[in-house]
């Protein structure tokens, strides 16, 4: 009874206080604006009392300019973003190269870089790939084994078979099994995800988390520091540590100085006693179960995995965890009971993508499934804000016939994000590929699936923050039972969906397309 006092007691101590908005409006966006305002002086104070110096200024400007635009020019940054980069610093000369350095300096990010390479670098040998895995994947596809040896380069993610895979088509689906799941749990619970709100979903969640420690089970919790803006308060970590759940939080926002902007962790991790995980789009937040309608129905989606591929996924999360970390460890929960399931076919990848390496892991597979295609492609995916790479990979699988399908979303959550998205699909459209909107709201869902064979699912949105800024993670199948249910799944999606026609971007409110042209220039940033 004492006990039970003690987790209501402990529960509600977390609906105290403010959320950390305060804190957290300092941030990255109060540095832009300072800058910004500095630049507005700067050129006031120029035109004020230098006037007669100012054929001098305007010489020195333009000579300044041209020294950034060679800079630019020869540097290895992305393309796209070289020419965001190239019309921000012409227009704004001193705003835009005090922010071009901010961004490029990195500072707290090369500290951040040196722990992940050395945290990945110093884990890898804890996950061995089994040689007769690998020699009997790619005696069944050649093309699917040669992207499975260049993830396997990429980071530590071996091939694994004997893993049992369930497809969860919505939200709600994945979180009744999850409380199943969590209310099982003997020896540790590891979730890591990028929102965490307070409300039913968390709620349940929390309660069930708090019972198993005071049972001594040991149970994590990480999230993304960005939830300090509005949704949860600065010393929630204490707050959890109160009922003893062990938490972090993932690059906290500090006032003017933090540069985590761009590198946030995005990913959705749920790992039981080492032989159940959870992966997909789905956030602890209420919308994404649709208790809590935003933009009409929430449509999203996760995968459970059972066997021997949940390895990989403990492994993501201690290398997460073990950023701050000195002595890391590893193998008491690597060697935790996987429990096999002999009967599983196909082979199954958990993967993540690091923004601090040079390997664009989540783009590159999706590329590669495009590439190698045969019959179709359909994909479901809450944003297209595309770099010129993806976008020729779409058109060029469907203009040598792969069928290549878009469900995206009907109701957006955000303006700029759709109207960038509709840019895109008059060129899409003209080569083949095939757009649907959700008429009945918004699409979350993060997936791949292609002829029947392969498939992904997890956390990488068609974006640029996503595939380029964000860690992130999926699971890749190939052959897997799941596979049949994923598709049939977005065929009973499809069914609730409007075509988007050539005629219908025609008829496209003018505001809508001129604000897709107009961030077209900044969507490398956003």
Known sequence: MAQTENENKGLALLKKGQKGIIHAIFSRFGLILVLFVVQVLILFGILRWFGEFLPHIMGGTILFSLIMVTYLLNSSINPEAKITWLIIIMLLPIFGMLLFVYTQSDIGHRALKERMNRIISGSKAELVQPPEVMERFAEENRGAAALARYMQRSGCHPVYDRTAVTYFPLGEDKFEELLKQLE???????????????????????????????????????????????????????????????????????????????????????????????????????????????????????????????????????????????????????????????????????????????????????????????????????????????????????????????????????????????????????????IYEYASGFVHAKVFVSDTREAVVGTINLDYRSLYHHFECATYLYGTDCISDIEADFQATLAKCREVTEESVKKEKWTVKLTGCLMKVAAPLM
């Open 184 to 434: 099982a749990a003997q020896k540790f619970i590891f979730m890591e995800y990028f929102i965490v709100e307070e409300g039913v979903m968390w709620g349940r969640i929390l309660e069930i988390l708090a019972k198993k420690a005071a049972e001594g089970v040991e149970v994590r919790m990480m999230y993304d520091g960005f939830c300090e803006f509005a949704l949860l308060p600065h010393d929630y970590p204490k707050r959890l540590k109160a009922l003893g759940i062990k938490c972090k939080m993932f690059a906290p926002i500090t006032p003017f100085v933090s540069t985590h902007y761009n590198y946030r962790d995005h990913r959705k991790i749920t790992v039981i006693d080492g032989h159940t995980a959870f992966n997909g789009g789905v956030n602890l937040a209420d919308e994404y179960i649709n208790q809590r309608p935003k933009f009409g129905h929430w449509k999203d989606t996760a995968v459970m995995l059972k066997g021997e591929a949940v390895k990989s996924f403990t492994m993501m999360f201690l290398q997460m965890w073990n950023v701050d970390e000195r002595n890391p460890e590893y193998e008491r929960y690597l060697s935790a009971l996987s429990m096999p399931a002999a009967q599983a076919k196909g082979y199954v990848i958990p993967y993540g993508d690091c923004p601090l390496d040079d390997d664009r892991l989540g783009e590159r597979v999706y590329m590669d499934i495009l590439n190698r295609a045969i019959t179709y492609v359909h994909i479901m995916t809450p944003y297209l804000i595309l770099d010129e790479e993806m976008k020729t990979a779409l058109k060029f699988a469907a203009e040598r016939g792969v069928e290549v399908a878009l469900i995206l979303p009907g109701i957006p959550d955000k303006a700029i994000p759709y109207a960038l998205a509709k840019h895109h699909y008059a060129a899409l459209l003209k080569s083949g590929v095939k």
